[in-house]
C-alpha cells in the first residue's frame, strides 16, 4: 500500500460545499479585501485562543516582521532565535532591520534551549523569538522569566502550533505571536495566508496599523507601514476548518500515540519530547535516527512518503553568511538537521496506512 507524506485532497474534499458557499458570497459581495469572511475569522480565531485580538496578514513571514516592526526593532538590535527552524524565524529579523543571534536547541524537545539563549544575551539584545516546533510547545516559563529578568520582548512561532497549550494556556497568547496559515499547516488555507496574535491590544492595533501602509483612517497614513492583508477567499477556507481544528487536532494526537507505540522500540529510532504540561498537536511527525538517509529511501522504496524538516540549521545557511562569518558551534541543532525524519501526519490518515508506515520501518531494521 502506497502512504502519501500528505494528502490535502482529503481535507479538501471535507468542507467543499460549505466553501463552495462561502465563495459564492464573497465573488456576489465583491469584498475580496478585508471583508465579513476576514472580520469573522479574525474574531473566531481570537475567542478560540484566548486572546486580545487577532490581524490576518498575508503570510506567515509578514506576521513576523510586523511583530518586530511593532515592537520598534532597530538597525543592529540582536534578537535570539533558535538555530533549527525554518528560514523565515531568521529571515524576518533581518527584513526588519535586526540581527539574528543564535542559539542552540535543546537536545530532547529540540525547541529553544533556555540556558543557551540565556547565555547569548548582550547589551545589544532586546527580544527573543521561540517556536513552537513541530506542534510542541516550548519552554514558555523559562524563556518568559529570561525576558522578565534581562528586559526583553518575546515574540512566539506559532507557524506550526495552531491548537497548541502549555498548562491549559493556549500558545499564540504569551506575546506577539506569528502564525502561518500555508496550506500544510494544521490550520491551512489554499495559498498563503498569515495572522498576529498576543495579549496586548495596543500592540496589535499598531500590527494592523502597519500592515495597511501605517493607516488607521483612509489616504491617512501615520506611520510608513506595508500591504499585508488576508484576503476573503482564503479567510472563508480558514473560517471552514477552523471549526474542525480541534477534532483534526486529536486525530494526529491518536496517530502520533500510535506511532509511538509501534516504533518506540524498533532499531535507534527515538521521538522529541514533549515539554512538561504541553498539548502538542504534532504539525509533524518526527523520529530521530543515525541512519535517517538511509531509512528514508527505503521508506520510497516501499511507496511510503517522507520529509526531512530540516535538513541544515540556520546558522549554517549560505544566507546567514555574511552575518556568520565564523557560525557558533550549536551541537544540538546540527545533530538535529541529520538525525530527524518525519512521517506521514495529517488527519485524515487511516490507522491501516500507518501500520503500513510502521511495517516499513521495522523492515528496515529487519524486523516483520
Not at 471535507?14 to 462561502?22: D, F, P, S, T
Not at 465573488?27 to 479585501?33: F, I, P, R, S
Not at 512566539?156 to 498548562?167: F, K, P, R, T, V
Given at each position: 500500500?502506497?502512504?502519501?507524506?500528505?494528502?490535502?485532497?482529503?481535507?479538501r474534499?471535507?468542507?467543499?460545499?460549505?466553501?463552495?458557499?462561502?465563495?459564492?458570497?464573497v465573488?456576489?459581495?465583491?469584498?475580496?479585501?478585508l471583508?465579513?469572511?476576514?472580520?469573522?475569522?479574525?474574531?473566531?480565531?481570537?475567542?478560540?485562543?484566548?486572546?486580545?485580538?487577532?490581524?490576518?496578514?498575508?503570510?506567515?513571514?509578514?506576521?513576523?516582521?510586523?511583530?518586530?516592526?511593532?515592537?520598534?526593532?532597530?538597525?543592529?538590535?540582536?534578537?535570539?532565535?533558535?538555530?533549527?527552524?525554518?528560514?523565515?524565524t531568521?529571515?524576518?529579523?533581518?527584513?526588519?532591520?535586526?540581527?539574528?543571534?543564535?542559539?542552540?536547541?535543546d537536545?530532547?524537545?529540540?525547541?529553544?534551549?533556555?540556558?543557551?539563549?540565556?547565555?547569548?544575551?548582550?547589551?545589544?539584545?532586546?527580544?527573543?523569538?521561540?517556536?513552537?516546533?513541530?506542534?510542541?510547545?516550548?519552554?514558555?516559563?523559562?524563556?518568559?522569566?529570561?525576558?522578565?529578568?534581562?528586559?526583553?520582548?518575546?515574540v512566539?512561532?506559532?507557524?506550526?502550533?495552531?491548537?497548541?497549550?502549555?498548562?491549559g494556556?493556549?500558545?499564540?497568547?504569551?506575546?506577539?505571536?506569528?502564525?502561518s496559515?500555508?496550506?500544510?499547516?494544521?490550520?491551512?488555507?489554499?495559498?498563503?495566508?498569515?495572522?498576529?496574535?498576543?495579549?496586548?491590544?495596543?500592540?496589535?492595533?499598531?500590527?494592523?496599523?502597519?500592515?495597511?501602509?501605517?493607516?488607521?483612517?483612509?489616504?491617512?497614513?501615520?506611520?510608513?507601514?506595508?500591504?499585508?492583508?488576508?484576503?476573503?477567499?482564503?479567510?472563508?477556507?480558514?473560517?471552514?476548518?477552523?471549526?474542525?481544528?480541534?477534532?483534526?487536532?486529536?486525530?494526529?494526537?491518536?496517530?502520533?500515540?500510535?506511532?509511538?507505540?509501534?516504533?518506540?522500540?524498533?532499531?535507534?529510532?527515538?521521538?522529541?519530547?514533549d515539554?512538561?504540561?504541553?498539548?502538542?498537536?504534532?504539525?509533524?511527525?518526527?523520529?530521530?535516527?543515525?541512519?535517517r538517509?538511509?531509512?528514508?529511501?527505503?521508506?520510497?522504496?516501499?511507496g511510503?512518503?517522507?520529509?526531512?524538516?530540516?535538513?541544515?540549521?540556520?546558522?549554517?545557511?549560505?544566507?546567514?553568511?555574511?552575518?556568520?562569518?565564523?557560525?557558533?558551534?550549536?551541537?544540538?541543532?546540527?545533530?538535529?538537521?541529520?538525525?530527524?525524519?518525519?512521517?506521514?501526519?495529517?488527519?485524515?490518515?487511516?490507522?491501516?496506512?500507518?501500520?503500513?508506515?510502521?511495517?516499513?520501518?521495522?523492515?528496515?531494521?529487519?524486523?516483520?
Open positions: 500500500m502506497a502512504v502519501p507524506y500528505l494528502d490535502l485532497g482529503r481535507a474534499d471535507r468542507i467543499a460545499e460549505e466553501l463552495a458557499e462561502r465563495w459564492q458570497r465573488l456576489a459581495g465583491t469584498a475580496y479585501v471583508g465579513p469572511e476576514v472580520r469573522e475569522f479574525e474574531w473566531a480565531f481570537a475567542e478560540y485562543l484566548g486572546a486580545a485580538g487577532c490581524v490576518g496578514v498575508a503570510n506567515g513571514t509578514d506576521a513576523l516582521v510586523l511583530c518586530l516592526r511593532a515592537l520598534d526593532l532597530g538597525p543592529g538590535d540582536e534578537v535570539i532565535v533558535p538555530a533549527f527552524s525554518f528560514f523565515a531568521a529571515g524576518a529579523v533581518v527584513l526588519a532591520g535586526g540581527v539574528p543571534v543564535f542559539a542552540d536547541v537536545p530532547a524537545t529540540l525547541n529553544l534551549d533556555p540556558g543557551d539563549a540565556a547565555a547569548r544575551v548582550t547589551a545589544r539584545t532586546v527580544g527573543v523569538i521561540g517556536v513552537h516546533l513541530y506542534g510542541r510547545p516550548f519552554d514558555l516559563p523559562a524563556i518568559q522569566a529570561l525576558c522578565e529578568r534581562r528586559g526583553l520582548w518575546l512566539e512561532d506559532a507557524a506550526q502550533a495552531h491548537g497548541a497549550s502549555l498548562e494556556r493556549r500558545v499564540g497568547t504569551f506575546g506577539l505571536a506569528a502564525w496559515f500555508y496550506p500544510t499547516k494544521n490550520l491551512g488555507c489554499y495559498g498563503d495566508g498569515g495572522a498576529v496574535t498576543g495579549p496586548d491590544a495596543e500592540l496589535l492595533a499598531r500590527v494592523r496599523r502597519l500592515a495597511n501602509h501605517g493607516s488607521e483612517q483612509r489616504y491617512v497614513h501615520l506611520e510608513v507601514g506595508t500591504n499585508s492583508r488576508l484576503d476573503s477567499l482564503q479567510a472563508a477556507v480558514l473560517n471552514c476548518r477552523l471549526v474542525h481544528l480541534e477534532a483534526d487536532n486529536a486525530a494526529r494526537r491518536k496517530l502520533a500515540c500510535l506511532y509511538q507505540g509501534w516504533l518506540g522500540r524498533v532499531g535507534d529510532i527515538a521521538f522529541p519530547d515539554p512538561p504540561g504541553a498539548f502538542s498537536v504534532y504539525h509533524q511527525f518526527a523520529v530521530r535516527t543515525a541512519r538517509d538511509e531509512l528514508m529511501a527505503h521508506l520510497a522504496s516501499r511510503v512518503g517522507s520529509s526531512i524538516h530540516y535538513p541544515a540549521p540556520l546558522h549554517r545557511q549560505q544566507a546567514m553568511a555574511a552575518l556568520l562569518p565564523d557560525p557558533p558551534d550549536l551541537p544540538a541543532a546540527e545533530a538535529a538537521a541529520r538525525e530527524l525524519l518525519c512521517l506521514p501526519m495529517f488527519p485524515e490518515l487511516t490507522v491501516a496506512e500507518l501500520d503500513e508506515v510502521a511495517a516499513a520501518v521495522r523492515s528496515f531494521y529487519g524486523g516483520a
